[in-house]
């Protein structure tokens, strides 16, 4: 579940775990997630590292933090989904510039995904 390389910083690398878990409903829209403690020691990483990370989900709105109960998932379904959106085209473009530079069509792209979707049945 959580994946730490050392070529970026860790702190942006919990924040997109997390995001994943929230957005795949790991974390459900509403639920309450574990301490700030609890979250750092499955991750192995240090709970200031933890804390900052969840600093950047509140900022993004997808966390939001309740002062003696702790911090929970938006129940914003409608901002939930903006997000999921936005993420799934950040990796389309991402896959695209790749298969642009590896010299493939656009009907190139487009066969090797309906091929790939066949083989998924």
Do not use: C, H
């Not at 919990?14 to 995001?19: A, D, F, I, K, S």
């Not at 939001?64 to 993420?87: N, S, V």
Request: hydrophobic share 40%; aromatic share 4%; glycine share 6%.
């Amino acid at each position: 579940m959580w994946k730490i390389e050392s070529d970026r910083p860790i702190y942006l690398q919990l924040v997109e775990t997390l995001q994943q878990q929230i957005l795949t409903g790991v974390y459900p829209p509403g639920g309450k997630l574990p301490s700030v403690r609890d979250l750092a020691a499955e991750a192995a990483v240090n709970p200031n590292t933890m804390q900052k990370a969840l600093g950047e989900l509140e900022r993004l709105g997808l966390v939001y933090a309740q002062r003696t109960a702790g911090r929970f998932i938006t129940d914003d379904r409608e901002r939930l989904e903006q997000m999921k959106e936005q993420l799934a085209a950040e990796q389309v473009q991402i896959f695209l510039k790749k298969m642009s530079e590896m010299g493939l069509s656009r009907q190139d792209v487009i066969a090797l995904l309906e091929r790939a979707e066949k083989e998924m049945e």
